[in-house]
């Protein structure tokens, strides 16, 4: 009897969902849109391993897990340098074991497997909603002895070399630059803030999560939001909280905020963003939004050059 495809969790990792490209359309319902934080490196593995490129996949985060392979399948790993040949189409056989280890500095990759991981779709999506419990397996992360079925794919796939160039790995030394414009509240703050914001470091702190980023520098000053109407939220938005912080918002943001918006991350650094681990440093550099859909329509004829998968 042939064994079913899957993965088996032998050791979890510190933080191993199941995503996917998210549940875009259910924010006025107030779900979240959730998916992977990285919708580059999820794209490009699962071109890589000849899925569509909406597949879910695994996001792992700061410590990988170990896999079990049951059937035979392969696996791609994009994004931080995990395992033992990130950016490369790893061929498994029934049995197999595979430690994704993390490289120093890598904080966040996407972990593809030939067929797409079989979870059951809600909303649209077999991503995981952490903050609600939902998606996913089971609506949470992995634990020792989870197995997860793996979907038979549509064809053979053939094992692709990444052109691992840097803007697909973890970033470099040095400050992290994310291209960021103007966001809608930008007014309210006063030059000396504006200014503050834009020349600052800002150090990534540890109590981030998949709903946002919270970065440690200057405050920019105590701000009013008692009495702010809450408004929709999008992904990359930089809103500065009541002490003067900013949060950047990711993936499982809340659908609504009250808080002022003074810049949005461009879509296309999002990912070096999701790569960039907690302690290091970025700075914001200041560039049009019309740059900034330049910049994303570029990405994104760029993945559809790289050969395998469907879009």
Request: proline fraction near 7%; charge should be neutral.
């Amino acid at each position: 009897m042939t064994a079913a495809r899957g993965l088996l969790a032998l050791e979890p990792g510190l933080l191993t969902t199941v995503q996917d490209l998210g549940r875009p359309g259910w924010a006025a319902f107030g779900v979240p849109v959730a998916g992977a934080l990285d919708e580059e490196a999820l794209r490009l593995a699962n071109r890589l391993v000849g899925n569509a490129e909406s597949a879910a996949a695994l996001e792992i985060t700061l410590v990988g897990p170990v896999l079990r392979v049951s059937g035979a399948l392969d696996v791609a790993v994009v994004g931080g340098s995990f395992g033992p040949a990130p950016g490369r189409v790893l061929r498994l056989e029934d049995g197999d074991v595979v430690s994704l280890t993390a490289a120093p500095g890598a904080a966040r990759a996407i972990v593809a497997a030939s067929g797409g991981i079989d979870v059951p779709v809600v909303l649209g999506s077999r991503s995981t909603c952490l903050s609600a419990r939902f998606g996913g397996f089971q609506g949470r992360r992995l634990l020792r002895g989870d197995f997860l079925a793996v979907s038979s794919p549509p064809s053979p796939s053939s094992p692709q070399l990444l052109d691992a160039s840097a803007d697909l790995l973890e970033p470099g030394a040095g400050d992290v630059v994310l291209r960021a414009f103007a966001g809608p509240d930008e007014a309210e703050f006063d030059a000396k803030e504006r200014a503050a914001f834009w020349g600052a470091r800002w150090r990534i702190l540890p109590e981030s999560n998949r709903m946002g980023l919270r970065l440690g520098g200057p405050s920019l000053g105590l701000q009013e939001t008692a009495s702010r109407a809450s408004e929709g939220t999008t992904t990359g938005t930089v809103q500065v909280t009541a002490d003067g912080h900013p949060i950047v918002l990711l993936a499982e943001r809340p659908t609504t905020g009250g808080y002022p918006k003074l810049a949005v991350v461009a879509a296309v650094d999002l990912g070096l963003l999701a790569r960039t681990p907690p302690g290091r440093s970025v700075r914001f550099e200041r560039i049009p939004v019309t740059e900034a859909r330049s910049l994303l329509a570029a990405r994104d004829v760029r993945l559809r050059s790289f050969p395998g998968g469907r879009t």
